[in-house]
């Protein structure tokens, strides 16, 4: 098969006509588009289909606010300052379980 | 009558009735990129609805830069290698008898005089394409039945300038060895 013969037969393919549209094809699609739309008409989501649809952007955020929180606690425990941990511990030396203290 | 811009604004607002008028218009359009890659009528028909519904159903995305017909006519195509990676799973295999005289005689004869009817031409081809891949055979027939330029053809399949000439070099060859083959069976 040469070139010349695969042009020929590429120019006279493209001169067949296309089939014409059937009368009522534009009715045909009004029809198939109108079995569409009650599937789009906004129905009222349920808590449980909120969170569904919510659930990857909520677990990234959360994700998110752990690496914060974490990165934080190094970062001042580098600075020196004291973590959450010994802010926890100072409370409940000070505060928590002295004399007259919360739960006396 | 209103443009297609002013149709589309009043369907966008819900006048869905109106997407008739634009199915009018832009019909013979559609059928006749389908047809490129498709024979059978009924299949066209059903490829043609698909093609219009999901514009309407992408209408929101039509930012009227391009005029409607470009649009719709990217989507007809996308609709067309659909199909084409469908039945290329059910059917592949060639039948010579699908063929009428005159093309079986054009494809083993030399005479360079012989002309061979659109029909036959057309048929010879879709034969020889089945054994393209899907993504050849849509950007060979782009390119050479559709007569889009290769920044179109890019636009439909999303790929790169580079990649789609290198393609249609190779289908082009391709499609040389499936008509040779035509020619020894």
């Not at chain 1, 009368?23 to 989501?45: H, N, S, W, Y």
């Not at chain 2, 514009?55 to 039509?62: N, P, S, T």
């Not at chain 2, 004869?109 to 009817?117: N, V």
Request: with cysteine.
């Amino acid at each position: 098969m040469n070139e010349k013969k695969l042009k020929q037969l590429f120019a006279w393919a493209r001169n067949e006509p296309a089939p014409a549209p059937p009368k009522g094809f534009a009715a045909d699609v009004l029809r198939a588009i109108r079995r569409e739309l009650p599937a789009e008409t906004p129905r009222i989501l349920s808590l449980f289909d909120l969170l569904n649809r919510l659930f990857p952007r909520l677990a990234l955020a959360a994700v998110a606010v752990i690496v914060l929180c974490i990165a934080v606690d190094y970062v001042m425990t580098m600075a020196g300052v004291p973590d959450l941990r010994d802010g926890l511990a100072q409370i409940s030396a000070q505060w928590l379980l002295t004399p007259g203290g919360f739960g006396s | 009558m209103s443009d297609d811009a002013e149709l589309l604004e009043r369907i966008r607002g819900g006048a869905t009735e109106d997407f008739a008028e634009i199915v009018r218009r832009h019909q013979a359009r559609v059928f006749g990129i389908l047809h490129r890659y498709e024979r059978d009528a009924q299949k066209i028909e059903d490829l043609a609805q698909e093609t219009f519904v999901k514009a309407w159903r992408a209408l929101g995305q039509f930012d009227g830069r391009a005029p409607f017909e470009h649009w719709l006519s990217r989507i007809a195509a996308r609709v067309a290698l659909d199909h084409l990676r469908w039945e290329k799973r059910r059917r592949n295999e060639i039948a010579l008898s699908e063929l009428g005289e005159d093309a079986l005689d054009w494809l083993h004869g030399s005479d360079e005089k012989q002309e061979l009817a659109a029909r036959d031409a057309a048929e010879l081809l879709d034969l020889a394409m089945r054994e393209l891949p899907p993504l050849d055979r849509a950007v060979i027939t782009m390119q050479e039945l559709e007569g889009r330029s290769v920044r179109e053809i890019c636009e439909v399949l999303g790929a790169s300038g580079v990649a789609v000439r290198v393609r249609a070099l190779r289908a082009r060859a391709k499609l040389k060895r499936a008509l040779e083959k035509l020619v020894n069976t």
